[in-house]
């Protein structure tokens, strides 16, 4: 099993550019969370999909910030403008059906937006 | 609001130095809580899950307890690969509606 797979691994962008993270969730697994971890707020969950359909996305912080999962084996995180705060690493983790004992959680996108 | 906090923010120990971390949490509706192992540049680990005060579970040289407003990990007689931050969560929420709430970890370095 490949485990969950995110890319890029890094991206290093400009302020006011968009940034797209990408994650491919385990297959079998119908639960995907996108959470953030800094320095400052430590590890934070963003939003969360059942069966492809976003359950909570308390979690994000701005308009800025959109997720999509088209499908069972593919979801996004996008940042339009993206911003110097928005510099984290931003993990994939999947489940079942959301077990969060069961959560694996990918390598991780490390963000820096100059 | 929901907290979750977690001392020492960093433990340095020798090898064999027993010790324990611990993860105090002030949250309504506490459904389960959480320990996680990091290692550096990876994604964090899943090691135990407690739901009830007087709750026990052990891993090799882990052992996670709860109570009703802390829990602990103890770790016995440490060997330089148990390094790495230990994260605490508890789930909160009902039914489908539950998250995680992270506290901010304890970095631990075992030295041989």
């Known amino acids: 099993d490949a485990g969950v797979i995110q890319s890029p691994r890094h991206e290093v962008t400009e302020m006011g550019q968009e940034v797209t993270l990408r994650c491919k969730p385990i297959?079998?697994?119908?639960?995907l969370f996108w959470y953030r971890q800094t320095m400052m707020r430590g590890l934070e969950l963003l939003i969360y999909?059942?069966?492809?359909?976003?359950?909570?996305d308390s979690g994000m912080p701005e308009d800025r910030f959109s997720a999509k999962m088209p499908n069972a084996s593919f979801s996004t995180l996008k940042i339009q403008p993206s911003e110097p705060r928005d510099s984290a690493v931003y993990f994939c983790?999947?489940?079942?059906?959301?077990?969060?004992?069961?959560?694996?959680f990918g390598p991780g996108t490390r963000l820096l937006v100059l | 609001e929901d907290q979750v906090t977690q001392s020492p923010e960093a433990l340095r120990l020798q090898e064999g130095e027993s010790s324990s971390l611990n993860c105090s949490y002030t949250?309504?509706?506490?459904?389960?809580l959480f320990w996680y192992r990091q290692d550096p540049g990876k994604g964090p680990e899943f090691l135990f899950t407690?739901?009830?005060a007087g709750e026990e579970k052990e891993k090799e040289r882990l052992k996670a307890t709860l109570t009703k407003k802390e829990s602990f990990l103890h770790i016995t007689a440490p060997k330089p690969e148990d390094s790495a931050t230990y994260l605490c969560a508890v789930q909160i929420g009902c039914l489908i509606r539950n998250k995680l709430v992270f506290g901010a970890g304890t970095i631990l370095r075992v030295k041989s």
């Open positions: 949250v309504s509706g506490l459904r389960g």
């Open positions: 999909f059942n069966n492809n359909v976003p359950i909570d």
């Open positions: 407690l739901y009830s």
């Open positions: 983790a999947s489940s079942f059906s959301p077990r969060w004992e069961t959560q694996y």
């Open positions: 297959s079998g697994h119908n639960s």
